[in-house]
């Protein structure tokens, strides 16, 4: 945890980090609490996000940037 977040001071980023530190504890225990159903569900989501982020993201990094041209009236588009 520590290589992905800057050490500080600041009390509400250090209570931040204590809470991210318990969070996989909370949500295991959650996932035995509740049926089945919903811990399948849980990581289906899970794993159907991350896919659908990391195509968004590759799709955007492989598109060109959009041209801006202004028009020759010196207004704006029409």
Not at 10 to 26: E, R, T
């Amino acid at each position: 945890m520590q290589l992905m977040q800057p050490k500080s001071e600041d009390p509400q980023q250090q209570q931040a980090n204590a809470i991210l530190k318990f969070l996989p504890l909370m949500i295991g225990y959650f996932s035995l609490s509740v049926p089945a159903a919903l811990g399948i569900y849980w990581v289906t989501n899970n794993f159907v996000t991350t896919a659908i982020t990391l195509s968004v993201r590759n799709s955007l990094k492989n598109a060109p940037p959009p041209v801006v041209t202004a028009s020759p009236s010196g207004s704006g588009p029409t």
